[in-house]
């Protein structure tokens, strides 16, 4: 028997834009990925601003043209102070919207801001499902009193899901009587783009890259959590760092993160060795990792690591932070994980990278993402998530 398509709302106050095209790409594939399957419907909240705030934008031009979306304001006192404020008139803007679409099931992503409308969605007769990608859940833990309310906003989810393993265990282990809501499902890669190059060094040519070098790359926000400063004090002591290049891709950063980074580059005397580039698209960030003889990711904590995924579906190597999600990505033959916080560790598993490099197969490291982590998987998931609350 053949199944009725749900209508579904997908709530992000995070979605590519014109402007950034790169930004939170993610929720949008699987806006997409879905629509195979259902009738979703994009709703975008944004804070109320002034036109010359950049808040003002970000989600009045999204970058949509398949799926219908539906744009509100709500009001927020900044810094997540007086969060029942902004839980009132985000959850009363956005039931508005989402009455409009009548759907089947609402799916929210990010437990603040958007997790504080379950409540009020849950009560409206909706079926509630949240995605946790991780630092939403890892940067609200200090922020001691918006915590409970947080906690009573999954109360009112029916299911909970989480992009990393270490990251369901660390909720559940905070708050042991949701453990029953919480579900596993992990971000899935388009393997069809995000593959291995037919023409070894036509990347490198591309982007102008020295052949006589070799090139790391380091793909993430310029923000604290993401171990930069780590990455480039290990850098710093590699054995063959004149001979090597960093190329470090930070779509946005934060003023303190990329003041510090600048002033560390200095001290460490890096300017002429590591190279930062803006938002990359899909397509070109394609050409970063096929060029790359290694992807690096210093992070602190990680959801998932979708970057560590991606570049190995292009067939490159990765070291990495035991962060969160990439335990459950890299293994002994895909690449190294390294203890967080240690320049040291750090700095020796890549100088061990540099001279191994060879005997990791491209076609292989592809093809373990195409097994583990593949989209068609997270679409038989998420589709069954999403029966199962209806």
């Known amino acids: 028997m053949e199944k009725i398509p749900l209508k579904i709302a997908v709530i992000s ?41 950049k808040a003002y934008s970000r989600n009045r031009n ?17 810094r997540r102070r007086l969060s029942s404020i902004t839980q009132r008139s985000l959850s009363s803007s956005l039931l508005k919207t989402v009455r409009k679409q009548d759907p089947d099931v609402v799916h929210l992503h990010a437990l603040y801001p958007i997790g504080l409308a379950a409540n009020k969605l849950k009560k409206a007769g909706y079926p509630v499902i949240l995605t946790i990608h991780g630092g939403d859940w890892y940067y609200n833990l200090r922020h001691k009193r918006l915590m409970p309310r947080l906690i009573n906003s999954l109360d009112h989810c029916d299911k909970i899901l989480c992009v990393g393993k270490k990251l369901l265990q660390d909720i559940a282990q905070y708050e042991p009587r949701i453990e029953k809501k919480l579900y596993h499902l992990p971000h899935g890669v388009d393997t069809d783009l995000f593959c291995p190059e037919k023409n070894p060094g ?5 982007l102008g890259w020295d052949f006589d070098k070799t ?3 380091a793909v993430g926000n310029l923000f604290r959590v993401k171990g930069y400063d780590i990455l480039l004090r290990a850098f ?11 190329h470090i891709v930070a779509p946005r950063s934060d003023f303190d993160a990329k003041r510090e980074t600048q002033k560390l580059m200095d001290t460490l005397n890096l ?9 990359k698209s899909p397509g070109q960030l394609v050409e970063f990792y096929r060029a790359s003889d290694l992807l690096v990711s210093s992070s602190r904590k990680e959801g998932f690591g979708l970057v560590v995924a991606e570049a190995l579906a292009c067939g490159i190597p990765v070291v990495a932070t035991r962060s969160g999600g990439p335990e459950e990505i890299v293994t002994e033959e895909t690449g190294t994980l390294v203890a967080p916080e240690h320049p040291g560790e750090l700095r020796t598993a890549l100088e061990e990278m540099i001279t191994s490099k060879e005997r990791y197969i491209p076609e292989n490291l592809h093809q373990y993402i195409a097994e583990n982590f593949s989209l068609s998987s997270k679409r038989e998931k998420l589709n069954a998530v999403y029966r199962e609350v209806y």
Do not use: M, W
């Open 13 to 53: 106050h995070s979605y590519p834009t014109t402007d950034d095209p790169g930004r939170s790409i993610f929720i949008k594939n699987e806006a997409h990925l879905i629509s195979s399957d259902h009738h979703p419907e994009i709703h975008l909240p944004s804070v109320l601003s002034l036109p010359f705030h």
């Open 215 to 217: 090139h790391l790359l």
């Open 236 to 246: 710093s002591k590699i054995k063959s760092q004149k001979d090597c290049r960093l």
């Open 202 to 206: 036509s990347s490198k040519k591309k």
């Open 62 to 78: 999204p970058l949509e043209d398949k799926l219908p979306f539906h744009p509100s304001v709500y009001f927020s006192i900044p």
């Open 271 to 279: 300017r002429d060795r590591v190279t930062f580039y803006d938002q």
